[in-house]
C-alpha cells in the first residue's frame, strides 16, 4: 500500500536511543499508512546493525539508507525527502519517541489543509528522568510562544517533528547542505519555505518525547557552533527576526532596544567571569540533578562560547572578504 506519510529521520550513533524509538515508530496507531525512512549519517556504532534488523522484520515500513558522514543532518534529511514516497513528508529528530498516534495526527492535520504550502509543527515533552538531567537545560522549545501565535514563521521551523507536503519541499525548500549552519539549518530552509509562502501552524496533539542526550563537557563546544552557526544563518536570511530570537547587538535595532540590550550584555560581562563560575561549583552547579544553580552555572558557559562563536566568525568573513578586496585590487 502506498504510504501517506514518509517519517524521514537523519541519524548519527544512536544505538543507546533507537531500541527506544524504532518499537514506538513501528507501533503507530490507526489506518494512516507510512514508512519510516532512517538516513545513517556514516554511524561508527552499531546503529546500523539495529536498523537493518528492524527493517527486515517490519514488512517494509521501515527502510534504512546509509550516507557517509557529513557532521550535518542537512544531507541526510534531503536524501530523505527525494527517497520518500508519501506526498507528506514527517521530519523528526533520531532522539525522539512518538507518540502511539503521531502519524495519525499528522495524517489529520493535512486531511484537513490538503493545500499544498500547508505544514504542521507538532510538540515535544521532555520526559521526567530526562528533566532532572542539568543538560536538560538544552533540551526545550519555546512551544508556549507558538501556542500564542495563530501562523508560525521560519523561525518556528523546528524538524524535531515537522509535517509539510513533499512536492512543496522539492520545489521551494530542501535544506542547505553548508555544514556552518548546523545546528539552524532548519530556519534557513523554514525562511525559503516561508518567502515562497509556506503556512505553518501548530498541531500540539501531534506530540513525542524528547530524549536528547548530551555531556556537561559539550555545553561548550556546542555553544561555539551554535554561535557559528548563527552568523552563517544571519549572512543567508535577510530578516530583522534573527536579530530578535538570538539576542544580536545590530546597529539596526532602534535606538532604546539597542541600549537596552547593550547594557543586559555589559551585565552578563560581569557576572560571567571565573570567581562565579567558581562560587556555583561549589553551591553544587555540576552535581548529577537539574538545579537552579546548575542552570545558571551552564547558561553561562554556554552563553559566552555562543558569543565568542559569533564573534569568531565574523572576523573570519571579515578577513576573508578583506583578502578577497585585496586579491581583486592587486589583479
Request: glycine content about 4%.
Amino acid at each position: 500500500m502506498t504510504p501517506r506519510i514518509s517519517i524521514v529521520i537523519p541519524t548519527y550513533n544512536r544505538s543507546e536511543l533507537l531500541p527506544r524509538s524504532i518499537p514506538a515508530l513501528l507501533q503507530q496507531t490507526g489506518s494512516v499508512p507510512y514508512e519510516v525512512l532512517f538516513v545513517d549519517d556514516g554511524s561508527t556504532d552499531n546503529s546500523r546493525e539495529l536498523i537493518e534488523a528492524a527493517a527486515l522484520a517490519s514488512n517494509e515500513t521501515l527502510r534504512y539508507i546509509y550516507a557517509p558522514h557529513t557532521g550535518s543532518p542537512s544531507h541526510p534529511r534531503n536524501l530523505g525527502i527525494r527517497l520518500a514516497r508519501a506526498p507528506v513528508v514527517l521530519l523528526i529528530d533520531d532522539d525522539v519517541v512518538p507518540a502511539p498516534d503521531l502519524v495519525a495526527q499528522h495524517a489529520k492535520f493535512h486531511e484537513e489543509h490538503p493545500e499544498w504550502e500547508c505544514a504542521a509543527l507538532g510538540t515535544l515533552t521532555v520526559p521526567d528522568d530526562v528533566r532532572r538531567s542539568p543538560m536538560s537545560l538544552f533540551h526545550s522549545f519555546p512551544y508556549d510562544e507558538a501556542a500564542s501565535l495563530g501562523e508560525l514563521n521560519y523561525l518556528f521551523f523546528w524538524t524535531c517533528n515537522v509535517s509539510v507536503k513533499r512536492d512543496f519541499m522539492l520545489q521551494h525548500g530542501m535544506f542547505d547542505e553548508d555544514s556552518d549552519l548546523h545546528p539552524v539549518e532548519d530556519m534557513e530552509c523554514g525562511y525559503r519555505l516561508w518567502m515562497a509562502g509556506m503556512q505553518l501552524k501548530y498541531l500540539p496533539s501531534a506530540s513525542g518525547a524528547h530524549l536528547h542526550q548530551m555531556s556537561a563537557d559539550r555545553v561548550a563546544h556546542k555553544g561555539q557552533r551554535t554561535g557559528r552557526a548563527q552568523f552563517a544563518l544571519m549572512n543567508k536570511v535577510p530578516h530583522s527576526g534573527l536579530v530578535q530570537r538570538f539576542g544580536i547587538l545590530s546597529p539596526d535595532l532602534p535606538l532604546s532596544k539597542l541600549i537596552l540590550r547593550s547594557l543586559r550584555r555589559a551585565a552578563f560581562r560581569v557576572v560571567d567571569n571565573p570567581l562565579t563560575l567558581r562560587i556555583l561549583r561549589m553551591l553544587g552547579a555540576e552535581r548529577s540533578t537539574r538545579s537552579r544553580v546548575s542552570d545558571a552555572y551552564y547558561y553561562l558557559i554556554f552563553r559566552r562560547n555562543t558569543i565568542a562563536g559569533f564573534s569568531s566568525a565574523r572576523r573570519s568573513h571579515s578577513a576573508s572578504r578583506s583578502a578577497l578586496t585585496i586579491t581583486h585590487c592587486e589583479n
